[in-house]
């Protein structure tokens, strides 16, 4: 039987291979760039954990009965909000009573600067004796000593009567309350309840000490490490769109570690404004984890190459290079600080080498391609109003 669909089963064949970039019988085609130096923003990132900079422990400072809670457990406070009223009854009392205290005592000693006065003003007479003038200079000097101390003693009675009114020394996000009402407190009754501040946040991370020294040395010119830009990758995966600055820099290296700890101070506003006395959702947990990516200030000069040439196996990272032989070598290189898009070669490559970025599924080394330009990255789309944006 003779076979007619020769030729068709042929061309389909060519027009399949010609698809896929692979002429038939010859070696592939893959698409190559060109190892050169590229301005990079460096990058380094780093684990860290939220911090709130104000953090207030609520307790009693006298002993009495919670007579009212004042606030919504999880919601946040301003600063001098009432939170909680004790029992004021034998507080006020013991005002009264003292109150009381110092009126008579300054009673007593009114009469006593009278009864000096008259003993000094009859000491020029026959009538006059000294001795009733000392013993009147005794008794005034000894009342206006115990008006003091009642004084002091209802100062000490307000004082007290204050304490059963606790407020927000700090604004912040209140926790649960420990102690419900009803119970007696006292300032050994432990924690009533826990203020942390919201808005802005630190953020603690360790460095090594080495590339602490390098970005100093880099940006010694700006300001060293305050100079450069503190981002944050969220738990969820995505950055966070306000930059921090970094305000402390631990003045002792980590024995155990050799690194040294750094913290920078970010902003923290609500995602959505909510009612008075609710729930306020922000982006940044007091206590949470975070990558923490520290970036240059400029731009520095670095042999680059995409990052989708860069392939990594248990030995490390490798590139296809192509040579003037049009066959494909593996290369181990060494990268440095990369970006997303662009892979900083630190050693392994040199400058002005091919590396295959297209196509590179379908080579070995060893094996002959035909090597043209590979297809340019697309464009980053553009957020909504994202230009000048801090």
């Excluded at 009567?161 to 926790?175: M, R, W």
């Excluded at 009533?192 to 880099?218: C, G, H, N, W």
């Excluded at 070669?345 to 391609?369: F, H, N, S, W, Y």
Aim: charged share 20%; hydrophobic share 40%; no cysteine.
């Amino acid at each position: 039987m003779r076979f007619t669909g020769y030729p068709s089963l042929v061309f389909l064949l060519s027009v399949a291979s010609a698809a896929y970039g692979q002429p038939p019988g010859g070696p592939p085609s893959v698409g190559v760039v060109r190892a050169e130096q590229t301005a990079v923003t460096e990058t380094s990132e780093f684990v860290g954990r939220v911090q709130a900079i104000e953090r207030v422990a609520l307790t009693a400072r006298v002993t009495a009965f919670i007579d009212q809670r004042l606030f919504v457990e999880g919601s946040e406070v301003n600063k001098g909000d009432l939170l909680y009223r004790l029992e004021r009854a034998p507080f006020e009392a013991v005002v009264q009573q003292q109150e009381a205290a110092v009126a008579d005592t300054s009673a007593r000693l009114a009469n006593a600067n009278i009864q000096l006065a008259r003993a000094q003003s009859l000491l020029s007479t026959p009538a006059g004796q000294r001795s009733n003038v000392d013993d009147a200079v005794a008794n005034q000097r000894s009342l206006a000593a115990q008006v003091l101390s009642a004084q002091a003693q209802l100062k000490a009675a307000q004082i007290n009567l204050d304490y059963t009114e606790i407020h927000a020394p700090v604004a912040g996000k209140i926790s649960r309350t420990s102690i419900t009402v009803g119970n007696v407190v006292s300032p050994s009754s432990g924690l009533l309840a826990s203020i942390v501040s919201q808005d802005p946040m630190y953020v603690l991370f360790p460095v090594a000490s080495r590339t602490l020294t390098e970005l100093q040395k880099r940006y010694a010119d700006k300001g060293g490490a305050n100079a450069v830009v503190v981002k944050l990758r969220l738990p969820d995966g995505s950055v966070y769109d306000r930059n921090g600055k970094i305000d402390y820099v631990e003045p002792t290296v980590s024995a155990t570690t050799d690194t040294i700890l750094l913290r920078a101070r970010i902003a923290n506003p609500p995602r959505v404004q909510a009612d008075a006395g609710q729930p306020v959702e922000r982006p940044l947990v007091d206590g949470a984890f975070v990558n923490v990516l520290v970036e240059g200030v400029q731009p520095v000069m670095a042999l680059g190459i995409p990052r989708k040439a860069v392939l990594s196996d248990q030995q490390g990272d490798y590139v296809y290079v192509v040579g003037a032989d049009k066959k494909v070598e593996q290369r181990r290189v060494n990268l440095g600080q990369s970006t997303p898009t662009t892979a900083v070669i630190a050693g392994g490559l040199k400058e002005g080498e091919m590396v295959v970025a297209d196509g590179i599924q379908r080579v070995r080394p060893g094996m002959e391609v035909n090597a043209g330009p590979a297809s340019p990255p697309p464009p980053p789309a553009p957020g909504p109003q994202s230009a000048g944006k801090s």
